[in-house]
């Protein structure tokens, strides 16, 4: 798909699909008033009519209408407030966008940038536009034989704006990319995508930069670093545990890097303390976090940002063998301290411990993971919000800013040295889960022990990384907050 950005007049353009914006309450404005002179009144009587509201997300496609050169014109919605919000703003758009899919259109002239939104300019707009068109003619055919339900291809999208900054489009394109990456990844089933898939994926990430190195750890090599709370876990699996890094040097090699470390439990049957049936296949996404980070770093490459990056995902299975981990092992950790493991379905924060610990050897300026950590995040925020957590202000900032604008949000929780009491073991230094009671907030105190002498950020996507149901797949939901925080720390 390519993009355009035009100072052009909609009325007098040809396209296949043109999309303007139409509000609910206030009379016509902007390019909604003049294609609707030009057409000699069709938008408004559509609305005298109450044949089109232009109720928040509504659209209508209006085929080969009068006096205007676009063969469908595509009205969207946009609500009965003069100022969108930037989240109305993003509904109204992926309304259009999912409309737009159904008509087959090759080019398109987009001229909903002229709808005000609070706060945002056309830059804004752009980039939120090129991702969530790309996310809405997404569709994941691979393992379909009867390959038949494809999108009939946009081949050209051309934006109405006086703003010509290239630049915006390629972050965009760049963004929806690793988003992309991020889902095709998370939907394959865990028969597919095991630890040495994930190992291989990242390899041929590090052929296509000069700037990238990947180097997979064995279990042999975890062994002699210790890492032996991120090997119980995979002891249940007759699939080899990976320690996949990848190092992205974009800037100067003093400059410390940025270590994204992503979870990467390819399928989480939650060991001895074994998860209920009903929905567990939806466990195949418990390396979201692992996905998030390989397109957070796929975008990273295509924009070449000058920045050092480290991407490190432990990945593992979570399953029952006959030497799997039981209620009450103790393990010890890369950091010396010892865990014991009351619950072997806590797996998420014992390969992330050992990984956090071995961030250390890079040196870092800031170490952020990211993962589908606990079911207590969906419960506590839903799928809106990603669960924040963090040992610094400025960074938990910044991680919040950039989900704002990215549209990617996520909410700060605290972790407060008065939640390490219910982590506390009678055997050993620490257990791996406390009570029921706020246990999003000790799992990500159980990674702040180990987390000590850098700054760092815990990223929890189990409500956000992926919808279950009828719409069910991963969301590339981590991507565009990592790349907004990235592009930041690049200027
Ligand atoms: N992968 C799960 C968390 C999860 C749950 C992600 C639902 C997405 C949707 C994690 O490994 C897990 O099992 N966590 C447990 C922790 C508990 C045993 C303390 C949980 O959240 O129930
Ligand atoms: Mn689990
Ligand atoms: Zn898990």
């Given at each position: 798909?390519?993009?355009?950005?035009?100072?052009?007049?909609?009325?007098?353009?040809?396209?296949?699909?043109?999309?303007?914006?139409?509000?609910?309450?206030?009379?016509?404005?902007?390019?909604?008033?003049?294609?609707?002179?030009?057409?000699?009144?069709?938008?408004?009587?559509?609305?005298?009519?109450?044949?089109?509201?232009?109720?928040?997300?509504?659209?209508?496609?209006?085929?080969?209408?009068?006096?205007?050169?676009?063969?469908?014109?595509?009205?969207?919605?946009?609500?009965?407030?003069?100022?969108?919000?930037?989240?109305?703003?993003?509904?109204?758009?992926?309304?259009?966008?999912?409309?737009?899919?159904?008509?087959?259109?090759?080019?398109?002239?987009?001229?909903?940038?002229?709808?005000?939104?609070?706060?945002?300019?056309?830059?804004?707009?752009?980039?939120?536009?090129?991702?969530?068109?790309?996310?809405?003619?997404?569709?994941?055919?691979?393992?379909?034989?009867?390959?038949?339900?494809?999108?009939?291809?946009?081949?050209?999208?051309?934006?109405?704006?006086?703003?010509?900054?290239?630049?915006?489009?390629?972050?965009?394109?760049?963004?929806?990319?690793?988003?992309?990456?991020?889902?095709?990844?998370?939907?394959?089933?865990?028969?597919?995508?095991?630890?040495?898939?994930?190992?291989?994926?990242?390899?041929?990430?590090?052929?296509?930069?000069?700037?990238?190195?990947?180097?997979?750890?064995?279990?042999?090599?975890?062994?002699?670093?210790?890492?032996?709370?991120?090997?119980?876990?995979?002891?249940?699996?007759?699939?080899?545990?990976?320690?996949?890094?990848?190092?992205?040097?974009?800037?100067?090699?003093?400059?410390?890097?940025?270590?994204?470390?992503?979870?990467?439990?390819?399928?989480?049957?939650?060991?001895?303390s074994i998860k209920p049936a009903q929905g567990m296949e939806d466990m195949k996404f418990d390396m979201c976090g692992a996905?998030?980070?390989?397109?957070?770093?796929?975008?990273?490459?295509?924009?070449?940002?000058?920045?050092?990056?480290?991407?490190?995902?432990?990945?593992?299975?979570?399953?029952?063998?006959?030497?799997?981990?039981?209620?009450?092992?103790?393990?010890?950790?890369?950091?010396?301290?010892?865990?014991?493991?009351?619950?072997?379905?806590?797996?998420?924060?014992?390969?992330?411990?050992?990984?956090?610990?071995?961030?250390?050897?890079?040196?870092?300026?800031?170490?952020?993971?990211?993962?589908?950590?606990?079911?207590?995040?969906?419960?506590?925020?839903?799928?809106?919000?990603?669960?924040?957590?963090?040992?610094?202000?400025?960074?938990?900032?910044?991680?919040?800013?950039?989900?704002?604008?990215?549209?990617?949000?996520?909410?700060?929780?605290?972790?407060?040295?008065?939640?390490?009491?219910?982590?506390?073991?009678?055997?050993?230094?620490?257990?791996?889960?406390?009570?029921?009671?706020?246990?999003?907030?000790?799992?990500?105190?159980?990674?702040?022990?180990?987390?000590?002498?850098?700054?760092?950020?815990?990223?929890?996507?189990?409500?956000?990384?992926?919808?279950?149901?009828?719409?069910?797949?991963?969301?590339?939901?981590?991507?565009?907050?990592?790349?907004?925080?990235?592009?930041?720390?690049?200027?």
């Amino acid at each position: 798909m390519e993009f355009h950005l035009k100072s052009i007049d909609p009325a007098k353009r040809r396209s296949q699909c043109t999309l303007i914006g139409v509000f609910e309450k206030q009379p016509l404005s902007g390019t909604a008033k003049a294609l609707d002179t030009a057409s000699k009144k069709l938008i408004s009587s559509l609305k005298s009519k109450g044949d089109f509201t232009g109720k928040l997300g509504e659209t209508l496609v209006i085929h080969h209408p009068q006096h205007l050169p676009c063969k469908r014109l595509l009205l969207v919605g946009c609500g009965d407030r003069k100022e969108l919000t930037m989240q109305q703003y993003r509904k109204a758009l992926i309304a259009g966008f999912t409309a737009l899919k159904t008509t087959g259109a090759s080019d398109a002239l987009c001229a909903l940038l002229d709808v005000p939104v609070a706060g945002c300019d056309d830059a804004w707009k752009i980039r939120q536009a090129v991702e969530l068109l790309d996310d809405a003619f997404y569709l994941f055919t691979e393992l379909k034989s009867n390959n038949n339900q494809h999108v009939a291809p946009l081949e050209n999208m051309t934006f109405v704006t006086d703003c010509s900054d290239d630049k915006l489009i390629k972050q965009g394109q760049a963004i929806a990319l690793g988003m992309r990456t991020a889902k095709d990844l998370a939907n394959l089933p865990a028969n597919i995508c095991t630890p040495d898939y994930l190992a291989t994926q990242a390899k041929a990430l590090a052929k296509k930069s000069v700037k990238v190195t990947t180097e997979i750890l064995s279990e042999e090599e975890m062994e002699k670093l210790g890492m032996h709370s991120l090997l119980s876990v995979t002891r249940g699996s007759d699939k080899p545990a990976k320690l996949i890094s990848i190092q992205y040097q974009g800037a100067d090699e003093a400059d410390k890097p940025i270590v994204l470390v992503g979870k990467g439990v390819t399928f989480d049957a939650g060991g001895i303390s074994i998860k209920p049936a009903q929905g567990m296949e939806d466990m195949k996404f418990d390396m979201c976090g692992a996905a998030a980070v390989l397109g957070t770093i796929t975008a990273v490459i295509k924009l070449k940002l000058p920045i050092n990056v480290v991407v490190l995902i432990p990945t593992t299975e979570n399953l029952l063998g006959g030497s799997a981990s039981k209620p009450g092992d103790v393990v010890k950790s890369m950091s010396g301290q010892t865990i014991e493991i009351l619950n072997t379905d806590a797996e998420g924060r014992l390969i992330l411990c050992d990984a956090l610990t071995y961030a250390k050897r890079f040196k870092p300026d800031t170490v952020i993971d990211i993962a589908t950590l606990t079911g207590a995040c969906v419960i506590a925020l839903g799928n809106q919000a990603c669960g924040l957590f963090s040992n610094n202000d400025s960074l938990a900032d910044a991680l919040v800013a950039a989900g704002t604008s990215s549209g990617d949000r996520a909410w700060r929780l605290p972790i407060w040295e008065e939640y390490q009491d219910q982590i506390n073991s009678t055997v050993a230094d620490m257990a791996n889960v406390g009570s029921r009671a706020a246990s999003s907030i000790t799992a990500a105190c159980f990674l702040a022990r180990f987390t000590k002498q850098y700054r760092w950020a815990h990223i929890d996507i189990a409500g956000t990384a992926y919808r279950s149901g009828e719409e069910k797949g991963a969301t590339g939901r981590g991507v565009p907050l990592l790349m907004h925080y990235l592009i930041a720390r690049s200027q």
